[in-house]
């Protein structure tokens, strides 16, 4: 599955965006999705994970009530709502799928987009 991810910008703190990554390839419904970020000097990290059926769905403590994952498994779509973002927010942010329950693991997701970059200012 090839991933895109898009949606980033420059936001101030308190704002919002959304982000959405849009997939081709048959086997989207199957995947277990996730977004990982990654800022400057610092490793990815986990943010959320959502199953193949939309029905569980999994938090990072940092964005858990801030942050919302959904999916549109007839559009390939995976969403990523982000409210009340604050500067730490601020990173490049990937979207990943895979056949995997472990959401939080990047090293358990086969299929990477290529990112998007959200900066929120202060």
């Known amino acids: 599955v090839q991933l895109q991810a898009y949606g980033g910008g420059l936001v101030q703190a308190g704002g919002s965006l959304r982000l959405s990554c849009v997939a081709s390839g048959r086997t989207f419904s199957t995947y277990s999705m996730g977004w990982f970020r990654q800022a400057p000097g610092k490793e990815r990290e986990f943010v959320t994970g959502i199953s193949w059926s939309g029905v569980n769905k999994y938090y990072a403590a940092s964005v858990k009530g801030r942050f919302t994952i959904s999916r549109d498994n007839g559009k390939n779509t995976v969403y990523l709502q982000m409210s009340s973002l604050k500067p730490e927010d601020t990173a490049v942010y990937y979207c990943?799928?895979?056949?995997?329950?472990?959401?939080?693991?990047?090293?358990?997701?086969?299929?990477w987009g290529q990112g998007t970059l959200v900066t929120v200012s202060s």
């Open positions: 990943a799928g895979g056949v995997t329950r472990k959401y939080n693991s990047p090293t358990s997701y086969e299929d």
